[in-house]
């Protein structure tokens, strides 16, 4: 009895002492909400790999994924909220509104907000990359690569994140070679490997021998594979999956973004922020270039990557002009920020109408 | 622009090879409703199916084993849904529902280890062929063995149904269990029979998507596929040559849209991506509008639970 008792109090000691430091250091905690499964092998999947790497630094994490833009999000923010998250991030476009009311119920939480642009309260930040400027890059090799001048894209939904990329890769790949044609296939779908595939048949049957792709499953590129033409991977580095047919990637990284800003909340120098990060910053990665690219193509690429990461070349470069023929952009200006956002018109060059 | 010969046999294979996973799934979910069992877990088994094949060709290496394995895998888990309903007599509608999200789940969890790697590539026949006739070779020649079992079952699930007495049996027991059941047919043998075969098929659908049609797999990669298998049961008026024809004109009509747009046919994309929905369900309803002939082939017992003791 008397063991016991000397027992159980130096258990609680320790017990104690813990509690004490860990109310000390108090651990941050950060949450990740997401649209897909991680298991989706894009959009969610490299948001996922950015929490690993948080989670390497030494904080701890959650996630819940498969969470609708709808009122669940609110739920699924309040719940996170309440359980002692320190910082939220939520990685879809649609959770903008949820992120922003859930946020004003809790202002010691730090929300961080994917491609939104709202930030209504001192502790919403918003981030997103600047995935059109790797959208230069695959334009630069397509129309250099191209053979039949026809080129194939595969969009996902006509909002400015997707026309964006369409139109930064069309001036692109005309400013190599004038004679392209980009056709472009709406397969109203983010993430369906059947459509997708069927989609890319459809362009490649049509003469397309490149294909772009703006959805995120890795059965664009196998159908480029057995096909034999070319086509470039989407969000992860897919090589492996169509060795032949990538040419090269464009990775989302998202890690280092969310490591800084996990450490930031754990050092108290959080602050609300719009951030806008490229391939200068390292949000937006370009994969290994393939050899079957002539070597003069690899090494204008790579110069291509390096003054976009410095500034010295913009993606949306004046002039361009829209379908119409009107002025979009200057001669000698780039297009602001504010444009590239709301971008939906197509610049000229692209074929068909915007779905509206 | 000119249409090339070849270009169309190019585009009625690939709607071919888009019709095949609902082909399978429908025709395995037509012997099953034709015994009385509405199972409305296609899409469950089908996912489970996918996950087993990639999974099995992955780890063992084999694509027979793998697509066997996913056979088998569509059959365990359709066991499930034959005890909970023969067995413990639950709700079909409920039960059904219940595998549907089980697969799902279930597949997603085995599935966390095998994101990202490449599928095998699955041996096609006649490949040599193809070029010898135009128009034809593309459609002929060229696929997977699962291709040509898929355009063969609807034929061979109508002569099983209509010419063979086990075809007779199973159409009884979906009638009328009770007189069955009186001629001294076991009714709950036969249904679960009909569910485990339903089970095998659409493991075999999703095993087509994950190992031949897009050899990767991803979460939720059947994309509501089994549910499309569902209603073409129903809107064939449980007919499998039926079958066959609502299939190819879904398949066809996605594919076809996509060959619009990239053209650059004026027309919105949004009524172009509908299409295929709204069209299959307007041919298959007016190609089996006479009611006398419905009344013929719906299984009149569909979704009723029977019970041998009352």
């Not at chain 1, 890795?218 to 159908?223: D, F, Y």
């Not at chain 1, 480029?224 to 047919?245: C, H, I, L, N, R």
């Not at chain 2, 699930?157 to 001294?184: C, H, M, W």
């Not at chain 2, 747009?261 to 299959?280: D, E, H, K, N």
């Amino acid at each position: 009895m008397h063991k016991f008792l000397i027992r159980s109090f130096v258990s609680s000691l320790v017990l104690l002492f813990t509690l004490t430091v860990a109310a000390v250091a108090k651990d941050v905690k950060a949450a990740f909400v997401y649209i897909g499964p991680t298991g989706d092998h894009g959009w969610t999947y490299q948001h996922d790999v950015g929490r690993k790497a948080v989670e390497a630094a030494g904080f701890k994490t959650t996630y819940v994924e498969g969470v609708p833009e709808s009122a669940d999000a609110e739920r699924v923010l309040r719940q996170l909220a309440n359980s002692g998250h320190d910082v939220i991030f939520t990685t879809s476009f649609g959770y903008m509104n949820p992120t922003n009311k859930v946020a004003k119920e809790f202002p010691n939480v730090k929300f961080e907000h994917a491609t939104g642009y709202k930030r209504e309260h001192p502790n919403v930040s918003t981030y997103a990359a600047r995935f059109y400027e790797g959208r230069t890059i695959l334009g630069t090799i397509a129309g250099t690569m191209t053979k039949s001048n026809v080129i194939g894209y595969v969009a996902s939904f006509p909002i400015p994140e997707v026309i964006r990329g369409i139109n930064s890769f069309t001036l692109a790949a005309q400013k190599v070679n004038p004679n392209i044609k980009t056709k472009i296939v709406w397969a109203f779908t983010w993430y369906d490997p059947g459509k997708e595939a069927e989609a890319a048949k459809a362009l490649i049957d049509q003469g397309a021998d490149v294909i772009a792709q703006h959805t995120d499953s890795t059965a664009i590129v196998q159908m480029a594979e057995k096909a034999g033409v070319y086509a470039f991977g989407q969000a992860s580095d897919m090589d492996k999956f169509a060795p032949k047919a990538v040419l090269t990637s464009v990775e989302n990284n998202w890690g280092p973004y969310y490591v800084d800003r996990v450490k930031a909340v754990a050092n108290g120098t959080w602050s609300q922020k719009d951030t806008w990060h490229g391939i200068g910053d390292g949000m937006v990665v370009i994969s290994d270039l393939d050899s079957q690219m002539p070597a003069d193509l690899r090494s204008k690429v790579k110069k291509l990557q390096a003054d976009l990461a410095s500034g010295k070349v913009h993606s949306f470069t004046g002039p361009i002009y829209d379908q119409k023929g009107n002025l979009m952009v200057a001669e000698g200006k780039t297009a602001d920020d504010g444009m590239l956002a709301g971008m939906m018109t197509y610049v000229k060059g692209v074929e068909g109408d915007i779905p509206k | 622009m000119i249409i090339d010969i070849n270009f169309i046999g190019l585009i009625i294979a690939s709607i071919m090879a888009s019709a095949v996973p609902l082909i399978l799934a429908s025709c395995g979910e037509l012997i099953t409703e034709r015994s009385g069992v509405l199972n409305l877990g296609v899409e469950g088994m089908m996912i489970i199916g996918a996950i087993s094949g990639f999974a099995l060709m992955t780890v063992t290496g084999s694509l027979i084993i793998a697509i066997f394995g996913a056979m088998l895998a569509g059959v365990l888990i359709s066991t499930i849904f034959a005890f909970l309903t023969q067995t413990l007599i639950t709700n079909h509608v409920a039960t059904g529902l219940a595998l549907t999200i089980f697969g799902i789940g279930i597949s997603a969890m085995i599935g966390k280890n095998f994101v990202g790697i490449p599928g095998k590539e699955f041996p096609v026949l006649f490949e040599g062929l193809k070029d010898t006739i135009p128009l034809l070779g593309p459609i002929l020649f060229g696929h997977s063995i699962v291709f040509y079992f898929a355009f063969a079952l609807p034929f061979i699930t109508s002569y099983f149904l209509k010419k063979t007495k086990i075809g007779l049996i199973v159409r009884a027991v979906g009638d009328s269990p009770e007189s069955a059941s009186n001629q001294g047919i076991n009714v709950r043998l036969v249904r679960y029979a009909c569910i485990l075969y339903g089970g095998a098929m659409s493991g075999l659908a999703g095993a087509y998507l994950s190992m031949i049609y897009t050899p990767q797999w991803i979460e939720n990669m059947t994309g509501g596929r089994g549910w499309i298998a569902l209603a073409l049961v129903v809107f064939s008026t449980w007919n499998p040559i039926k079958i066959l024809i609502g299939a190819m004109i879904f398949g066809g009509l996605t594919i076809i849209q996509f060959h619009m747009q990239a053209i650059g046919v004026r027309i919105p994309v949004q009524f172009l991506t509908a299409l295929p929905y709204i069209v299959t369900i307007i041919v298959l309803v007016v190609i089996s509008r006479d009611s006398r002939k419905i009344r013929l082939s719906t299984p009149s017992s569909l979704g009723k639970s029977f019970h041998k003791d009352n």
